[in-house]
């Protein structure tokens, strides 16, 4: 698992590690992680150019500490300091002494253009708010600079703790960030200022309290997937109920039982008017027209991609509210259902909406969803008393326990920003409820595999093939 904390855990933590080793020893650590990371970017140190954006406070001494090294190993390097008499002072008296020179006051921009790298240490996890006119003046000097820009423990302008982006922020080609990831690097918008990321130890680990993120990796999701053993039978593998198109969009149909077929169940129960068209193209699907309450038994539903809003959309949103089994909600399933018809259910609900719908459902601008998704995403959790799944350009699935993690899923790719692909995770996703994992477990394993077979299918790719290529992502997984 990759974990994100919260700059009070980090705060704390730092305090009890600091309390332990020699003064300054943490700096120096990070320091020689930003160094290493440099000389990555840079390939050649002799004879490079580097500009150091200082700010007032422990990310500007990380900054000056690192480019010391740098001079050290042969570069040329000005520092920029917002603040000349408050910039770290240690750290500058160490970058002196090894060469360095300071700009002169409105000398920074030019340094920033003519610089083959930049290190960015205007804010770290101290940052507050947008940044001020000077520094995001130099934000914008660095992005239309030549040079790589390297950001200290993260991208100066963004909100540490939510992800948010207020004004102009600094884009970077990389990121080093200390000890732990911070949320911002995470999950967008912020995550996109970031750029690659490196995380150095600095041996905060044993006093990091509980995350506000996780990520899963390559082990976690192998470690969730259902495996069918010798006691197998399809029954005992979970049946998954696909209540999902309708005569305008027979498609939605075929698509969600392509996901549900792929997910782990044993086998896939299709309730709904898009019985032809799922049958011409996956046989095995046992099919009936009616209502989800009349189809045989389940051990999960998924309901809402293409139905539309006629009675008999509505009814299938009823009826698998009504069942006594996990259901994932989606799509049109999501504007026919109440909070109190969700609160009530005693078995695991799943939301998965779009930024549009999540929107709706919240009564918030699609804008401000997508500008704070952590927010959105833990909202509508506590609203409902459900998983909810945030789908977009960074997936989010939080739990209706607010005391757990949010899990953010790292293997997403604009391609999956394709017709249909949501409706794949809807019946991806109802499978493995079917196959019996927590509703947090099938909803963030459901979004890595989807992200993993989107990168293994070629581009530009379209829903279907996503699907056909969803056992390959399990093999993947598994190898
Ligand atoms: N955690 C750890 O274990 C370790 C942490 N380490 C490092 O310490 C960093 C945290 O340092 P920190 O606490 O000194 O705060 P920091 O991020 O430098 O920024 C604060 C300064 O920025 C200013 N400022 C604020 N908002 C602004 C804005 N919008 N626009 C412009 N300026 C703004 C504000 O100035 P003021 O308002 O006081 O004028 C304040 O002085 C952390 O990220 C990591 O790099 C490492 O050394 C290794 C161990
Ligand atoms: N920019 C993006 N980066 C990564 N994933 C994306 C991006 N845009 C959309 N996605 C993913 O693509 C899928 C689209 O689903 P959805 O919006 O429901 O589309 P549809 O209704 O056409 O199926 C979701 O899994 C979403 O997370
Ligand atoms: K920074």
Redesign the pocket.
């Known amino acids: 698992m990759r974990y994100g904390h919260s700059v009070e855990t ?2 704390r ?2 305090a009890a ?2 309390a332990r080793v020699p003064e300054g020893a ?2 120096q ?3 020689a992680g930003l160094a290493g990371a440099g000389t990555d970017l840079l390939g050649r140190v002799y004879g490079a150019r580097v500009a150091v954006l200082v ?9 000056l ?1 690192a480019a010391a090294r740098l001079l050290r190993r042969g570069a040329a390097a000005t520092a920029v300091l ?2 000349p008499e ?1 910039a ?1 002072a240690e750290g500058l008296a160490a970058f002196r002494s090894a060469g360095g020179r300071v700009a002169a006051a409105d000398g920074g921009a030019r340094a920033v253009a003519r610089a083959d790298l930049v290190l960015d ?12 006119p ?3 003046d130099l934000a914008l000097a660095a992005r239309d600079g030549r040079g790589a820009v390297l950001a ?3 991208p ?2 963004v909100d ?1 703790d939510t992800g948010e982006v207020h004004g102009p922020a600094v884009h970077a080609d990389a990121t080093v ?3 732990t990831y ?1 949320p911002a690097l995470l999950v967008d918008p912020a995550a996109e200022f970031a750029g690659a990321l490196r995380l150095v130890d ?1 041996g ?1 680990d044993g006093d990091l309290g509980a995350p506000e993120l996780e990520a899963l990796q390559h082990a976690d999701a192998a470690a969730l997937l259902p495996r069918p053993s010798g006691e197998s039978d399809k029954y005992r593998r979970g049946v998954v109920g696909v209540a999902a198109g309708s005569e305008r969009y027979p498609g939605a149909a075929v698509l969600a039982v392509s996901g549900a077929l792929r997910g782990g169940a044993g086998a896939v129960r299709y309730a709904g008017p898009g019985g032809p068209a799922v049958l011409a193209r996956h046989p095995e699907t046992l099919v009936s027209a009616g209502s989800p309450r009349a189809a045989g038994r389940v051990q999960a539903w998924v309901v809402g991609p293409g139905l539309g809003d006629t009675s008999q959309a509505r009814t299938a949103v009823d009826d698998a509210l009504a069942a006594d089994v996990p259901i994932l909600v989606d799509a049109d399933g999501l504007r026919l259902l109440t909070p109190e018809a969700v609160r009530r259910r005693t078995a695991a609900t799943v939301l998965t909406p779009h930024a549009g719908e999540a929107a709706a459902l919240l009564g918030w601008a699609r804008e401000d969803v997508e500008g704070r998704r952590l927010h959105a995403v833990r909202e509508l959790a506590a609203r409902f008393g459900a998983t909810v799944l945030l789908k977009g350009s960074t997936t989010l699935v939080a739990d209706p326990d607010p005391g757990r993690p949010v899990r953010v899923n790292a293997t997403g790719t604009a391609w999956l920003a394709t017709a249909g692909s949501g409706d794949v995770l809807s019946g991806l996703t109802g499978s493995l409820l079917a196959a019996g994992l927590a509703a947090r477990d099938a909803a963030s394993l459901g979004a890595y595999l989807h992200g993993l077979s989107a990168r293994l299918t070629p581009h530009p790719l379209t829903a279907l093939d996503l699907a056909d290529s969803l056992p390959a992502a399990w093999h993947n997984v598994s190898a």
């Open positions: 980090v705060r933590a730092e590690l600091m943490l700096m650590r990070a320091a700010g007032s406070g422990a990310n500007g001494g990380d900054a500490y917002l603040n408050r770290y240490g205007v804010t770290g996890i101290g940052g507050k708010g947008g940044l001020r000077e520094a995001a200290v423990d993260l100066s302008g540490a960030t200390f000890g911070k600095i905060l």
